[in-house]
């Protein structure tokens, strides 16, 4: 789930996660600079973890017919920290 500022909460697909940020893929364009809150599920040592921050947009590129959009976690949480530490692993 993503909720930018502003606007009604969309969905997406996730296709890359790392430490300080995540990839999504989306059907309409963001806007660089924008920020909201992202809500996502990780599966993390067998069991699914959601991920709940702030972030704001660090690229949009147009691909295969969607939107890529990066974003950068904006001080998430130590549980969501945790998270994707034991993710990474």
């Known amino acids: 789930m ?3 500022d502003g606007q009604p909460p ?3 697909k996730t296709t ?10 989306i059907a309409d364009p ?12 990780l599966l993390v040592e067998g069991s699914f973890v959601t991920i709940n921050t702030r972030a704001k947009v660090s690229y949009c590129i147009f691909s295969n017919g969607e939107f890529k ?3 950068q976690f904006l001080q998430p ?3 969501a920290v945790t998270a994707l530490a034991r993710f990474m692993r």
């Open 69 to 71: 959009v990066g974003f």
């Open 30 to 41: 963001l806007a660089v600079g924008q920020a909201g809150q992202l809500a996502f599920d």
């Open 2 to 4: 993503l909720a930018m």
């Open 16 to 25: 890359d996660v790392g430490a300080s940020g995540v990839s999504i893929s």
């Open 10 to 12: 969309i969905g997406g």
């Open 77 to 79: 949480d130590l549980a």
